[in-house]
Nanobody
Framework: QVQLVESGGGLVQPGGSLRLSCAAS????????LGWYRRAPGKQRELVAV???????NYKDSVKDRFTISRDNAKNMVYLQMNTLKPEDTAVYYC??????????WGQGTQVTVSS
């Protein structure tokens, strides 16, 4: 069982930056998929950025040039650097992991609000 805890959300003005962090209680090295999803008000949860099986990274098209996902396997941490934030990025951001033997793990979410 892996527990994921997000931090780093908050209120930021359009054009600003935030860095989200996700701390995992267990090793993330063997996770098949690891990354970030979000759910905006009134919308379904959607992929933002993930490390996929085989080491590739996948980004939602609208964040590709603004967000960067990274990881520190030694610290069991995953990060999401978000730059040039827009009001449409407002959402609850969730850390996600899919285990090597199956199983989906979700954090409790952290709120990101982009507003002037």
């Amino acid at each position: 069982q892996v527990q994921l805890v997000e931090s780093g959300g908050g209120l930021v003005q359009p054009g600003g930056s935030l860095r989200l962090s996700c701390a995992a209680s267990g090793s993330i090295f063997m996770m098949n998929t690891l990354g970030w999803y979000r759910r905006a008000p009134g919308k379904q949860r959607e992929l933002v950025a993930v490390f996929a099986r085989g080491g590739t990274t996948n980004y939602k098209d609208s964040v590709k040039d603004r967000f960067t996902i990274s990881r520190d396997n030694a610290k069991n941490m995953v990060y999401l650097q978000m730059n040039t934030l827009k009001p449409e990025d407002t959402a609850v951001y969730y850390c996600y992991a899919h285990g090597p033997y199956g199983g989906d793990y979700w954090g409790q979410g952290t709120q990101v609000t982009v507003s002037s």
